[in-house]
């Protein structure tokens, strides 16, 4: 069965603390992504990754680095969290080219930022 | 990127087949229509999707009409694990990896 893990469900971190949220997946994906969704915002992409060490902004990257240094591995990192980034974090892989049109999900990160 | 629009709640009863509606009538001609749904609490998951024509796989069937303005899900016997929020969304070109979720439509299956 195809999974995609995140390091942890839920999370509580103060202003200013930095912290990693990492992603792992178990199907050889080339593509893994960085979501966050919001209330009323939807499904929103921060930062997506196509191979080992490549990356790409999505809409919403301010606030967010992203690491890929293993292809199965692709870490979230907020320099300095602040409380607008409360959130729910989700991580998701996809083949690379037409047959990776579709995603795979983890659980999520729910992170609360005091 | 064609914009979907989708009924906002729907019910439907255990054991029977639930229809879900989606119409993206800006649809261009190389755009595939997705369906993810989203269990609560946990993250989205891929069901099916289609160009022209129709698909099934074992989850659902995907029923888009011909002039490919609006398209239906089909989920044959709904059941109570199926109560989720379903999105239908519409993907510009084989290379565009980007997700982007609207409000979607509430299922809840009753026993």
């Known amino acids: 069965d195809v999974k995609v893990t995140q390091s942890s469900r839920y999370l509580v971190k103060r202003t200013g603390e930095k912290v990693f949220l990492e992603c792992v997946q178990d199907m050889d994906h080339e593509n893994m992504f960085w979501y966050r969704q919001d209330p009323g915002l939807g499904l929103r992409l921060i930062y997506f990754s196509y191979d080992v060490k490549m990356k790409e902004k999505g809409d919403i990257p301010e606030g967010y680095s992203v690491s890929r240094e293993k292809k199965e591995r692709f870490s979230l990192i907020l320099e300095s969290a602040s409380t607008n980034q409360t959130s729910m974090y989700l991580c998701?892989?996809?083949?690379?080219?037409?047959?990776?049109?579709?995603?795979?999900f983890g659980p999520g990160t729910r992170l609360t930022v005091t | 990127d064609a914009k979907t629009t989708q009924p906002t709640s729907m019910d439907c009863a255990e054991g029977r087949a639930a229809n879900l509606p989606c119409n993206h009538s800006?649809?261009?001609?190389?755009?595939?229509v997705y369906w993810y749904r989203q269990i609560h609490s946990q993250g989205p998951q891929y069901i099916i999707h289609?160009?022209?024509n129709n698909e099934t796989n074992e989850m659902a069937s995907l029923i888009i009409t011909e002039d490919r303005k609006s398209s239906t899900l089909i989920l044959p016997h709904a059941t109570l694990r199926d109560t989720a929020v379903y999105y239908c969304i519409v993907r510009p070109s084989p290379n565009d990896y980007k997700l982007s979720f609207g409000a979607g439509t509430t299922v809840t299956v009753r026993a």
């Open positions: 998701a892989s996809s083949r690379a080219g037409p047959a990776g049109l579709w995603q795979y």
């Open positions: 289609g160009l022209k």
């Open positions: 800006t649809i261009s001609g190389n755009e595939y």
